[in-house]
Structure formats: structure tokens, C-alpha cells
């Protein structure tokens, strides 16, 4: 009997492994519940940036104590420091900018509302205006007259951490280092851009890559760069690739903690419970060229929470000043808790919503092909109740925003001919529509209550990754649908490191893959183009690796061209006519359906502490993004906020 | 002595094959699961990329960074290089992290919260069963019940509980985290009394439920040793209370001891829920991110420390029985 001992030991362990991969699915929503927003851009192609922003503080400035550091162990004094939470899950891998790996959430986001509390872009993005606004740069960057390529100046008042200038041979010198060593600013721009030369210290030359025709590849891409990738010093990034031997992995795997980067906030303390950034009062940015004077906080801290309801106990507490992540019900935390927090808007939808979650049908599933079957199940779907539950009211109902291709923003919203679509923007909920479509169609119910097309029943299965619980609340209301016009859908929770395998490498499973989830494009320089694209463009329907979007294997020769127009086109009437084309061949088609729109950022605020954050008609201008502070043109309400008066 | 020296060789030589079975297990059992960890750290990668050319360069790049695109023999070669230049290799989802960076990192949170939660949780429940054996009653009647209600709760529930009673509405214990939000580790009162404050929840909710099920094991246990013939016999003879509850104590003692010891051999992993709720760092969620995320290496090297204390807690116990309780040795040797 003994004997068998070790054997349990083994059973033991093995149960012990097993165990611990099986209990977690019960945890209440871990971090990575909701759904990355794709960060990708705002407004139609934008017109180029107008000159320097005025930040219009409403308040006098806060005056800013300078003195040494907190010492380790004393608390960080309360009344200089901003908490976040949602930001950071996890720890602080490295501090180095080329990296994508570095999990630095607080210091480390090239994307198109990049975070610039470290390291700074030549331009901000406002997803508000959907413009460009100077920051490192010096007024606003132009076309040449064939549009080949960007001229843009840098400021003089721009310096680094070690007091050197930042030149424009540091931005040349970022994008060779990019394209050489395969960062992810390289890999992604280096299709669209050609090259980028100092024409002098202060002034740099972005040129295109040109097609056959010798024009831009895509000016979209060219300029949305100036406003997503970090200039990196050049002297540091030589250093780098001094110790690293010019080996790219070494290279990308730096830890980097000698950085040198431009920006108001740099590594203070970081392990595996926070993440604290503290002010540089050298930042070069309070000069009267940028903002004139220092951000208010002297730190920025985040606590990393392990789940969202921890963050949202914080939140509470008054522990989280700025909370970028989703607090379910919202609207409760100031009606029923009394508590002064406050979102955006101050009602719903609470925040500005960006991107357009999205259920795509598998267009190689039986009876998928069918537009009828597939407009049946769109126009079937309660999309309030999804709204109400997934998202407990924080997205715009599409009584609100009527669907299209578009994020509710005001400019996008402004690049499409509303009227011309009004009859096939389907608000949800029209079983009886569903059913006779299906009926008309020949789609008919048969003996057992289910509809049969061709002699087979009618039966798929909806699919989102298992944890996401928005996504996973909103495939059910979809299910139900099916089920009341007769089509049976079935609902199917994979983990998401099988789910994303699957759908990003055609073919899609033939089983259990019919309806499915995904992301669409956020707001962003190269929005909503962008987005359409990745919805709707034939080039990456039904291929492998596809992290881009048409995951359904939807193709559409008409769609295309117009897609691949939109990038050259620079007649506003043209644009809206073809944009307007593209909402209806969407709406018609039905390749995929919105089934709620979400911010590009949650935004709550907690003012028990700090107050002036962005709001609604808050008198900034321009006005100030609900993006937390620390991306794109947000960072400028860093600036506008004050300590409450006690 | 002959005998014991057999015992131990016995028992040693099962540790050994035991810990290949497990090696191999650890290297093979995360390699099973489906899906791609190099594709999960592709998709972090591809927030707001639109070329897709280039996203398959990141994914080869990757793949071969990893060697995840190399056959399995070579993999786990490397895996066995890694292990012996004792770093597990780089982790996938906290790449370039060192495996043992992490570890070491967020290991003694874990022992600090677990092993005195372990110990404490073991004692008192043990005490209190063996007293509830002990007087029956009325005591027994209300302990009980108590204690398999309290064991059977999931430990999310009871920490959620604990949450919101002590955390939430009375606010004598912060809600989340280690050690204050606002503080910056070092040795200070200041820093050490918050790491004690924020450790009281966490501690509890693991030492409740530990209670339960360790009363309930020890009350059983003991009801059955008062009963044995001998106790009968000690009573007849007059034999003081307290001398006859010390005989049942240590007799019954012998299977809780197993259990302690594999509650110590496995604490390594983790105390899961805890962590999650109260945000509180540890292995236990990093390990939990690690297999979610399909992080190989991370798995491999957090499942073989596992897999060795449990060996080690094991085999020192085993040797102990050797010397407590002859009548297992000479079973063995034989």
C-alpha cells in the first residue's frame, strides 16, 4: 500500500496543475475581461494640424512644490500624486520604448492615441476634433505639392532628460533604428514610409513610398506615423545598439533602464504590486512654446489590481483618481453611493464611444451565404438588451447613433450621408421583420419548430472568448434571437488563446464557428478608413495570420475599390459620396453586424482629491479627450487639473 | 539500523523516479493545451497594426525566438539546458523576463502568506477538533455544523465575505494589495505595519476555511481513538484525563501530519482566490496569467518547484514515519 505513494505524489501534482488551470474560470472577471480596444484611429482624413493648442486651464495654476522626492518608505503626499487603475495589469517588464513587450502601461503606448507621459510623438491626436496637434513638432506639418511627402518642424524648446536638444536626426535616426530592428512602429509604416531625413536640425522630411503611378502608397498612413511613433534619442539608442551588438532581439529584449526620453514623467518605482512615474521639473514642455508650465501631479501611480471588481473597491475607497476600466453600473457610484465621481457625460452613455465591437458571420457556414439568413439573425437581435446588459448602458443605443461604419464621434459621424442610409439602418429587435424575410425567402419552419434551408436545419453555433463577459452577455442576446425566428444558435465560450488561433487562420472551424466576435478599429488618425477597411477590404478575407480584420471571409470587388480610393482622395464631397457607398454595401451585405459601440478609453473620475479633469463642455479648447490623461491630446488635462479645496 | 537503511533507499529511489515522471510531465502536460502561445502575444501586438505582411514577421519572429516552431525533442532540450542554468528560460507572456526572475519576484509573498496561514490554520483546527471529540456536548453540536459549513465555502466566497464585511463596510482592513497604495517598500515601521494590515484579510480567509476541514478530520479522528480498546483500558486503570487526551492527540495526530505536510509541498502554488481578491501579490495569479496565457515556460518552471516540495515534504515525512512508527518501517523493508 505504501508503495503506491509516490503515485499519488505524481496524481498529486498532475491534479494540482490541473486543478489550477481549471478553478480560475469560476474567479469574478479577471483583467483581461474586456476586450482590447483596437487602437486604431478618429475622424475622416484629416485636414493638417492647426497651429499650437492653447491649453485653458479654468482654474489658476496649481502651484507645484518642487522639492526632493519622497523618500522609500514615507507615503507618496496625496495631494501630489494622480492614481489610475485599468491601465497596468501585471508587471512592468522594461522600460525600453522600441519594445513591444514591455507591458509598461503607464509609460509604453505607441498606438494612435500614443501615451505620452515618458516619451513623446512629434504630434498629439484629439479623438474629439479628429485633428493633429503639435507637440514635440513646431506648428503643423505640410505636403509637399505632389504629396509625396511631409515636411514638419521641431521645437526649439525640445530637449531631452540629459538637457541635449532633440533634433530632427533623432527622429531620422528612430525610424532607421524601427525599420532595422523590427520594431512595431517599423513593421507597421514601412509599407507606407519611405524615408525620414533631417533636412536640418530643426526640420524633418517624411516621403512616401510611391506605387507605380508615383504616388503615395496611402498618405493616411504616412501622417497618422507623426502622431503614433515615439522620437527616441538618437545618442541612447546608439548606446543601445552598442551593448546589444547591433543583434535585434537583444536589441527589442533591453531592459532599458538608462533611458533617455523627452517627457514630463519618468520611472520612479516600479514591482510587482504598482508602477509609480515621477515629474521631470526640466521638462522642457513648460516653456511658452508647449504648455508653459509643469503637469500638476508630481506622480503618477498605479496600483496594479488583479481583477476589475478590485479596481473598482479602490475606485470607491478613493484610493484611484483617474479609472480606465470598466465599472459596471456605472451611474450608481454618485446616485446610490453619494460618492463624487463622475464619467465624460455626465448620463448615458457615459463615455464618447470609438470602436464597434462586431459579430461577423462565418461566410463558409451553411446557409451563411444566404443574405436572408444572415439579415433574419442581424435585424432579430435585441441590441438595447445588450447594451443594458453587456455594457450596463455605458454605449450610445443605436436609436442614438443609428449604425453605419462609423464610431459615434462627432466627426465621423459628419463623413456620411445619413438620409441616403436611413432605410437599412436596422435597429434590432424586429422578429416579425426576421421572419418573414425568412419566409420570403423560402426559408420555411419545419415540423420540429426549426427553419430548414434546402432540407437542412438551420444551426449554428455563436462564439466570443470565454472570460470577456460584455462579449460573452452580448453572443447570448444574439442566441436568443436565433431562437425566436427559428434558426437555432447554440452559444460556445473557448479560452482566448485557442479562440484567437482560430479566427485569425482561414479556414475557420467548421464546427462551432459560425457567428463570432471581434474588435473593430478604435478612433485615430486614419479613421474611420481604417476601420472599413479591416471590416469590408477582400485582401484579407480568407487568409492565414490575419490579425486585421474581415474574418468572416466577406469579398467585395465594389467595396474594395472604394477602399482603396478613400486614402488619395481629397475632394470632401467625394469622400462622404464613397463613404456612403460603403455604409450601404455594409448595411446591405451584412458580412458583419456593430452590436454596441465601446470607448476608446473608460473614463471615470474620482474628485475627492483632484478636480478639473475633462469633461463634457468643459470650456478647454481645444477640448480635451476622454483618453485618462496620458494619450494623445488628453495629456494636456495633466495641466487643467487642481486640488479640491478642503 | 539495517532495516531503516533499506527504508531510506527504498524511499529514495522512488523520489528520484517520481521527480523523472513529474519532470517529464511538467515539460509535456502545458505543451498539450490547445492553442498557440505565440499567436496570444501576436494579438497583444496587433492593437492597431494594418499591415499584414508585417504581422507575420512578427509572429516568425517570434515563433523562432521562442522555438516554438522547433520539433518537440529540441524543445525540450532546451527547456532542460534552461532548468539547469536554474533560470526556466525567458517567459512568453512577461517576455524578456527571466522565468526565475518572476519567481523570485512574487514567491515569498506567497510562502509569507501561505505558511502561517498553513501552520496556524492546522493548529486550531486540530485543537478544536480534538477538544470537540473530547467534550461532545454541546460544544461539539455547535462546532460541527460550523466547521462543515465553514470548509465547504469556496474560498472566493469566503474572501468576498471577509471583503466586504471588514473591508468594504466596516473599513478596518484595506481592500487591496500588499502594502499600502501610497507607499514605497523599505524597512520601516511604517512599511511593515501596512504589510501586517493588508495581510490580515488575505490570512483569514485562507486560515477560516483551513479550520473547518482540519476540526472536522481531527474530531473524527479522535472520536474513533476514544473509542479504541486502549483508552477503554487506560480509563479502567485510572489513568488521569489529561495523560489519556495527550494518547489520542498524537494517535490521532498521524494522518494530519500527511496532510500538513502536502499542504506545505503545495503552497508554492499558490493561494489563488486570495490573490485575485485582494489583489494581493503572489505565484499563485501569475501562474494562473502564465497558463491562461500559455506561458510555457513559466508553467514548467512554477509546476516543477511545486513538484519538487511536495517530493521533498513527502519524503521527510515519509523518513519520519520510518522513525515515529516502526511497524511502517518494517512493513517497507521487508
Not at chain 1, 360 to 365: K, L
Not at chain 1, 555 to 581: F, G, H, R, V, W
Request: aromatic content about 12%; some cysteine; charged content about 15%.
Amino acid at each position: 500500500m505504501r508503495k503506491t505513494i509516490p503515485i499519488w505524489v505524481a496524481i498529486t501534482l498532475i491534479a494540482t496543475i490541473v486543478l489550477s488551470a481549471c478553478a480560475p474560470q469560476a474567479t469574478p472577471t479577471a483583467a483581461p475581461t474586456s476586450a482590447p480596444v483596437s487602437a486604431a484611429p478618429t475622424s475622416a482624413p484629416v485636414a493638417a494640424p492647426t497651429t499650437a493648442p492653447v491649453v485653458q486651464p479654468t482654474t489658476p495654476p496649481t502651484a507645484v512644490p518642487t522639492e526632493a522626492p519622497v523618500a522609500p518608505g514615507a507615503p507618496l503626499p496625496r495631494s501630489e500624486t494622480l492614481y489610475f487603475n485599468g491601465q497596468q495589469w501585471g508587471s512592468v517588464v522594461c522600460w525600453n520604448p522600441y519594445s513591444s513587450n514591455c507591458n509598461n502601461a503607464m509609460a509604453i503606448a505607441q498606438q494612435d492615441n500614443s501615451r505620452v507621459t515618458m516619451f513623446e510623438t512629434p504630434y498629439l491626436y484629439d479623438m474629439l476634433d479628429g485633428k493633429q496637434y503639435p507637440l514635440l513638432a513646431d506648428g503643423p506639418w505640410a505636403w509637399n505639392a505632389d504629396k509625396t511627402a511631409i515636411t514638419f518642424k521641431l521645437k526649439k524648446a525640445a530637449h531631452w532628460s540629459d538637457g541635449t536638444p532633440v533634433t530632427a536626426d533623432d527622429v531620422a535616426y528612430t525610424w532607421a533604428s524601427n525599420v532595422k530592428y523590427g520594431t512595431n512602429p517599423g513593421v507597421n509604416f514601412k509599407d507606407y514610409i519611405d524615408t525620414i531625413t533631417a533636412v536640418d536640425p530643426q526640420t524633418v522630411e517624411v516621403k512616401a513610398k510611391l506605387d507605380a503611378n508615383g504616388k503615395a502608397v496611402n498618405p493616411l498612413q504616412v501622417f497618422s506615423y507623426l502622431s503614433n511613433a515615439y522620437v527616441i534619442q538618437k545618442a541612447w539608442t546608439q548606446k543601445l545598439e552598442a551593448r546589444t551588438g547591433g543583434d535585434a532581439t537583444k536589441f527589442l529584449a533591453d531592459p532599458a533602464d538608462d533611458v533617455v526620453f523627452s517627457g514630463p514623467y519618468h520611472k520612479f518605482f516600479a514591482d510587482d504590486t504598482k508602477v509609480v512615474l515621477i515629474r521631470d521639473d526640466n521638462y522642457w514642455g513648460k516653456d511658452a512654446s508647449m504648455f508653459g508650465k509643469l503637469p500638476a501631479p508630481k506622480y503618477l501611480a498605479h496600483v496594479i489590481y488583479k481583477d476589475n471588481a478590485a479596481g473598482t473597491t479602490a475606485l470607491q475607497a478613493g484610493e484611484v483618481d483617474v479609472s480606465q476600466q470598466f465599472n459596471a453600473n456605472v451611474q450608481d457610484l454618485w446616485l446610490k453611493d453619494n460618492l463624487p465621481i463622475s464619467t465624460y457625460l455626465p448620463d448615458a452613455p457615459y463615455m464618447i464611444g470609438a470602436s464597434l465591437p462586431t459579430a461577423f458571420f462565418n461566410m463558409a457556414s451553411y446557409g451563411l451565404d444566404q443574405l436572408a439568413v444572415r439579415k433574419a439573425i442581424a435585424i432579430a437581435v435585441d441590441y438595447n438588451t445588450i447594451i443594458a446588459n453587456a455594457m450596463t448602458n455605458q454605449s450610445p443605443t443605436f436609436a442614438q447613433v443609428p449604425r453605419s461604419l462609423m464610431n459615434p464621434t462627432p466627426g465621423e459621424q459628419a463623413l456620411y450621408d445619413q438620409s441616403a442610409v436611413k432605410d437599412l439602418q436596422f435597429a434590432g429587435n424586429d422578429i416579425a421583420g426576421a421572419k418573414k424575410l425568412l419566409d420570403d425567402a423560402g426559408i420555411k419552419v419545419g415540423p420540429d419548430g426549426w427553419r430548414y434551408y434546402k432540407g437542412k436545419k438551420l444551426t449554428y453555433v455563436a462564439t466570443c472568448p470565454n472570460g470577456w463577459s460584455d462579449w460573452q452577455a452580448a453572443i447570448e442576446v444574439v442566441a436568443a434571437a436565433g431562437k425566436a425566428i427559428g434558426i437555432d444558435i447554440t452559444t460556445n465560450y473557448p479560452e482566448w488563446s485557442v479562440y484567437q488561433t482560430q479566427v485569425t487562420n482561414w479556414p475557420l472551424p467548421n464546427k462551432n464557428f459560425d457567428i463570432f466576435m471581434m474588435w473593430s478599429d478604435g478612433a485615430g488618425p486614419t479613421q474611420p478608413w481604417g476601420r472599413i477597411d479591416h471590416l469590408l477590404n477582400s485582401k484579407y478575407a480568407q487568409t492565414k495570420s490575419n490579425w486585421n480584420g474581415n474574418w468572416g471571409g466577406y469579398k467585395n470587388p465594389d467595396a474594395d475599390a472604394l477602399i482603396n480610393a478613400i486614402p488619395s482622395e481629397t475632394d470632401p464631397a467625394k469622400l462622404k459620396a464613397d463613404y456612403t457607398q460603403l455604409v450601404k454595401i455594409y448595411l446591405t451585405d451584412i458580412p458583419s453586424f456593430t452590436l454596441m459601440y465601446r470607448p476608446q478609453s473608460f473614463h471615470t473620475v474620482n474628485e475627492s482629491v483632484w478636480t478639473t479633469f475633462p469633461h463634457q463642455n468643459d470650456g478647454t479648447n481645444p477640448a480635451v479627450p476622454p483618453l485618462d490623461l496620458t494619450d494623445g491630446w488628453s495629456i494636456a488635462g495633466l495641466y487643467n487639473l487642481t486640488l479640491v479645496k478642503k | 539500523m539495517k532495516g531503516y537503511r533499506a527504508y531510506f533507499l527504498n524511499k529514495l529511489l522512488w523520489l528520484l523516479v517520481t521527480f523523472v515522471f513529474a519532470f517529464l510531465l511538467n515539460f509535456t502536460l502545458p505543451r498539450l493545451m490547445p492553442g498557440d502561445p505565440v499567436a496570444a502575444i501576436v494579438s497583444r501586438l496587433a492593437q492597431g497594426m494594418s499591415n499584414s505582411t508585417g504581422m507575420k514577421e512578427v509572429y516568425e519572429h517570434y515563433a523562432a525566438l521562442f522555438g516554438t516552431n522547433k520539433p518537440i525533442l529540441d524543445q525540450f532540450f532546451l527547456y532542460v539546458v534552461n532548468v539547469l542554468h536554474g533560470n526556466f528560460g525567458e517567459s512568453f507572456s512577461q517576455f524578456p523576463r527571466p522565468v526565475a526572475d518572476i519567481i523570485k519576484s512574487s514567491i515569498l509573498w506567497t510562502i509569507g502568506l501561505q505558511f502561517p496561514a498553513i501552520i496556524v490554520g492546522w493548529i486550531i483546527g486540530n485543537a478544536l477538533g480534538a477538544i470537540a471529540a473530547y467534550l461532545k456536548g454541546g460544544f461539539d453540536k455547535v462546532l460541527l455544523p460550523v466547521s462543515i459549513f465553514i470548509s465547504n465555502l469556496p474560498a472566493f466566497g469566503m474572501a468576498i465575505i471577509l471583503l466586504v464585511m471588514f473591508g468594504v463596510d466596516l473599513k478596518w482592513f484595506p481592500t487591496s494589495g500588499g502594502y499600502g497604495f501610497d507607499l514605497i517598500p523599505n524597512f520601516s515601521w511604517n512599511f511593515i505595519w501596512s504589510v501586517i494590515v493588508h495581510y490580515q484579510l488575505p490570512f483569514w480567509s485562507i486560515v477560516l476555511i483551513a479550520i473547518g476541514g482540519q476540526a472536522i478530520g481531527m474530531r473524527s479522528m479522535s472520536i474513533y481513538e476514544l473509542n479504541a480498546d486502549y483508552i477503554k483500558y487506560s480509563r479502567f486503570m485510572g489513568i488521569n484525563d489529561r495523560k489519556i487526551i495527550g494518547y489520542v492527540f498524537r494517535n490521532a495526530m498521524l494522518p494530519q501530519v500527511t496532510g500538513l505536510a502536502l499542504s506545505i509541498g503545495t503552497m508554492v502554488g499558490g493561494a489563488l482566490f486570495a490573490e485575485i481578491i485582494f489583489s494581493y501579490p503572489g505565484l499563485g495569479y501569475t501562474l494562473y496569467n502564465g497558463i491562461l496565457g500559455q506561458d510555457y515556460p513559466l508553467i514548467s518552471g512554477a509546476t516543477l518547484i511545486i513538484t519538487m516540495m511536495v517530493l521533498i515534504a513527502n519524503f521527510a515525512i515519509e523518513l519520519l514515519y520510518g522513525v515515529i512508527d516502526p511497524r511502517i518501517k518494517a512493513a517497507q523493508a521487508d
